[in-house]
């Protein structure tokens, strides 16, 4: 009776081993809501269990794997904007503080000035100060180039700014999703070739490029070695047999 039942098993085995296997509809992801929900919510813990289950290496490691690209890959390119930021805005408003505070530091007298000075009708008047305007000297010429540089310079700033911002971002987006298409396709082909699966690598690299796709991707992932999983009869020795029995 064991050597029928050991034989049995043995074959499940080898056919598992022969038999073609698919993965599951990628739009099937909406049957199993807590794969699905974890995959739309928490894809780097998702992607952690399909690492853990495929015996990749412990989910946690997984999970920071996928994060880690992402996290370094947007902070490249956050430096990049928050540079452009310095550079285009920041670094000119700063340079007119510190000159206004010098002023104000050396001279008692300036700091009341700058204090009691009526900005708006100072801009009202396109930079020009008043004989009435009371102001430090070396306050003066400092308020001015500040007006004029806000009035005249920095809308064209903000403009390209902006500008910029858009471009980077789009530039972003499209480095993030072809790494993580080529990182998470990677794992894809190792599952395909761990589980016998039929497979194309571009096609690997697609579902996980393309955002939101990319979620279902690892859904139908996770499902199909669960199913794959699930169906596979251990192989076991005679000794674990007798035990078993």
């Known amino acids: 009776m064991y050597d029928n039942i050991y034989n049995s098993q043995l074959d499940n085995g080898i056919n598992k081993i022969h038999n073609i296997n698919r993965f599951s ?15 739309l919510l928490f894809p780097y813990c998702l992607f952690g269990r399909i690492y853990e289950r495929a015996q990749f290496g412990k989910c946690w490691i997984g999970c920071c794997k996928y994060l880690s690209l992402q996290l370094i890959i947007n902070m490249f390119f956050s430096m990049i904007i928050y540079n452009m930021e310095w550079n285009m805005l920041l670094s000119k408003k700063i340079d007119f503080t510190n000159k206004l505070e010098i002023c104000n530091n050396n001279n008692n007298t300036c700091l009341e000035n700058i204090e009691d000075f009526n900005y708006e009708k ?15 000297e070396c306050s003066k010429q400092t308020l001015i180039d500040e007006c004029k540089y806000n009035i005249n310079t920095l809308p064209h700033s903000l403009n390209d700014f902006f500008a910029y911002i858009t471009i980077i971002s789009f530039i972003n987006l499209i480095v ?15 599952i395909s070739h761990k589980y016998n699966i039929l ?13 939101c796709i990319n ?16 169906i596979v009869v251990p192989i076991y020795t005679i000794e674990e047999k007798k035990f078993n029995a």
């Open 25 to 39: 509809p990628l739009l099937g992801c909406f049957e199993d809501m807590c794969s699905c929900s974890m995959g």
């Open 122 to 136: 100072f801009y009202d008047n396109k930079c020009s100060l008043t004989n009435s305007t009371i102001i430090c």
């Open 176 to 190: 993030l999703s072809c790494l993580t298409g080529i990182f998470l396709g990677h794992y894809r082909t190792k």
């Open 199 to 211: 497979y194309n690598s571009r096609y690997n690299f697609l579902v996980h490029c393309i955002p």
């Open 215 to 230: 979620q279902c991707a690892l859904c139908q992932e996770y499902n199909t070695i669960d199913i794959i999983e699930s």
